[in-house]
């Protein structure tokens, strides 16, 4: 179990603070976005200057476009949940964790570009890099200090690991999703007080919850855990070592799923060594206007609905929702009525 997070700094040993820096403590941030999109560049350029973050763009791609020869063995498009849209996305996917492997990066982090996440998404990070510490530890020796992955590569400057923040001996950090499950013998980090928590009656997982739930509803608590399936791919971290056992299950391997529910797979058969966090900490934003402005896999069959206010499910304080607050200098809003303010020593020290 982790200690209780009142999300005050804490001590910042060794280089836990690089979390706080403009690419959160990864080596790069890596988003992806369709060419036509720029709507939601345009939006996701404002969020991350007001958080302090910067990305590289890799560029979507519509399925149409994705040759079938390039199709791993046993893929079938037609038992695919949104069959062509879910192979653009696939491949665009595959793209971003490639450029990991390719770049000898230690790690990175993967946008999609609807994701959306909390203003206080850096103090957040803190606690997910304290949280996969512990849980990347072996589990007779906790406090133990864990040994960094060397990369499978004969490049010398890869295989001379950079030390991360988030610890070591870990492939996916799956920090956005519509859903997760866990398995019941694995340990648990629960971060207590965390006043960027949703309420319970506020949290939106279509796919599933982990157990037990008592821990997870109590108010103010998330939950860490390893060995989860999850549904959703909006963000993940990906070291190096976990990119190159995902391209090669994903691509050149056999392999007949989207890209989330392949991942999901990876991590509960234990292929892939997987972190959660729950409820997660981004989420898919869905902006005013047509709902086909929304997500580009399921925006062919939106139907005619038109939204009069944006939303992001999972998320409590919204970057997205608060950019003209921020820009026009007035006070950040919850996303939900009924939320307490936050306290003004808080504001100052999390807001611009």
Same mark, same amino acid.
């Given at each position: ?24 403590g ?22 991350s ?38 192979i ?21 982090l ?28 072996p ?29 070591a001996?870990?492939?996916i950090?799956w ?29 939106? &997982?279509? /796919?599933? !919850?982990? *157990? ?7 108010? %103010? ?5 390893? $060995? #989860? ?17 995902? &391209?090669? /299950?994903? !691509?050149? *391997?056999p ?6 529910? %392949? ?5 509960? $058969? #234990? ?7 729950f ?11 047509? /709902? ?33 607050n921020?820009l ?25």
């Open positions: 179990m982790g200690g209780p997070s009142n999300y005050s700094l804490g001590v910042l040993d060794g280089n836990l603070s690089d979390v706080m820096n403009e690419t959160l990864f080596q790069k941030i890596l988003l992806v976005n369709l060419p036509e999109r720029h709507d939601k560049l345009d939006a996701q350029i404002v969020s200057s007001i958080t302090g973050f910067e990305f590289e763009v890799i560029a979507g791609i519509r399925g149409k476009d994705v040759s079938e020869a390039t199709l791993p063995p046993s893929f079938d498009p037609k038992t695919i949940n949104e069959g062509v849209q879910t653009g996305a696939w491949r665009a996917e595959l793209n971003a964790v490639r450029t990991i492997i390719r770049e000898r990066l230690s790690s990175a993967i946008m999609e570009d609807d994701s959306d996440w909390d203003l206080h998404l850096k103090y957040q990070l803190l606690d997910v890099a304290r949280g996969n510490r512990f849980l990347s530890r589990k007779d020796n906790p406090s133990a200090e864990s040994t960094e992955d060397e990369p499978t590569t004969g490049k010398d400057s890869a295989s001379s690991p950079t030390h991360s923040p988030y610890g001996n870990w492939d950090i920090l956005g999703h519509c859903g997760s499950h866990s398995d019941p013998d694995t340990r648990r980090f629960v971060l207590r007080n965390d006043p960027t928590v949703p309420r319970e009656s506020d949290i939106h &997982v279509p /796919a599933g !919850s982990p *157990e037990p739930a008592s821990l997870w509803k109590e108010p %103010g608590t998330r939950i860490m855990y390893k $060995s #989860g399936h999850g549904v959703c791919s909006w963000t993940y971290g990906v070291s190096f070592v976990g990119a190159q056992k995902l &391209v090669n /299950a994903m !691509s050149i *391997e392999f007949n799923q989207g890209f989330d529910q %392949g991942l999901g797979h990876l991590c509960s $058969s #234990g292929i892939l060594r997987c972190t959660h966090i409820p997660p900490i981004f989420g898919a934003h869905a902006p005013a206007g047509g /709902a086909n402005r929304e997500s580009d896999i399921t925006g062919h069959r939106a139907g005619t609905e038109t939204r009069e206010k944006g939303r992001t499910h999972n998320v409590l304080w919204s970057t997205r929702l608060n950019i003209k921020i026009e200098g007035k006070e950040v809003e919850a996303q939900w009525d009924g939320i307490p303010d936050l306290k003004d020593g808080m504001k100052r020290e999390f807001v611009m």
